[in-house]
């Protein structure tokens, strides 16, 4: 009997040293584990970024506008000095035109987000194209990404692949450092006039090739 009683200790200590084991062992395989799902979630986030930045969120397209879209496009304002630019209060009868609507206008989405009015015309090997940011999205650095954007879309839906141009008040530098950063380069200064204003002034014509 006592040679049985002096084995509970020892049985005790190798339990207790398998017990420390299996801890031990669940623990590497947690932190393994761990480790491989954190490395797969950076690779995946990495691909989506390179994807992104190649092709763009998938998630943004350029759609026809609609009526309900017109509509909310013609309320839009904002802040000064940009303010000239507003659409509410001014009727503009080309926005309304519904035969340009998917020809020549166009609407940039975010699922159901209007992220801005966009347009363009073929003169002769050249497209020419404008485009109004929605006033929310304005100010706050997504101008280079939404003309990219812009451009993307309107050459994938015209297959327009020469030279893009764009006129832009000589004053309004936030555009052009946009536009600069999205890789358009001056032309030269024409005289025109914001829609509305009866005033002509400094307009630079922007090329993108």
Same mark, same amino acid.
């Given at each position: 009997m006592k040679s049985y009683l002096s084995l509970i200790p020892i049985s005790a200590k190798v339990r207790k040293r398998q017990n420390r084991m299996m801890i031990l062992c669940i623990i590497i395989s947690v932190l393994l584990v761990t480790t491989i799902f954190s490395a797969a979630d /950076?690779?995946?986030? @990495?691909? %989506?970024? %390179? /994807? +992104?930045?190649?092709? @763009?969120? *998938?998630?943004? +397209?350029? $759609?026809?506008?609609?009526?309900?879209?017109?509509?909310?496009?013609? $309320? *839009?304002?904002?802040?000064?000095?940009?303010?000239?630019?507003?659409?509410? @209060?001014?009727?503009?009868?080309?926005? /309304?035109?519904?035969s340009t609507w998917g020809t020549e206008q166009f609407c940039l989405v975010d699922g159901e987000t209007?992220? @801005? +009015?966009?347009a363009c015309q073929l003169d002769g090997k050249d497209l020419w194209v404008g485009w109004s940011m929605a006033p929310n999205f304005c100010g706050k650095g997504n101008g280079s990404d939404f003309v990219n954007r812009c451009v993307r879309e309107l050459r994938e839906f015209t297959g327009h692949t020469g030279r893009i141009l764009l006129r832009v008040a000589a004053w309004n530098q936030r555009a052009i450092r946009a536009y600069q950063k999205a890789g358009f380069s001056y032309v030269e200064t024409i005289q025109d006039e914001i829609a509305y204003t009866n005033h002509m002034e400094d307009f630079w014509v922007m090329e993108l090739n």
């Open positions: /950076m690779i995946i986030r @990495g691909e %989506t970024v %390179t /994807m +992104q930045a190649k092709h @763009g969120n *998938w998630h943004i +397209q350029v $759609n026809n506008i609609s009526d309900e879209i017109a509509e909310e496009i013609s $309320n *839009w304002e904002y802040e000064s000095p940009y303010a000239v630019y507003n659409f509410k @209060g001014h009727p503009d009868d080309w926005l /309304m035109d519904e209007i992220l @801005g +009015q966009v």
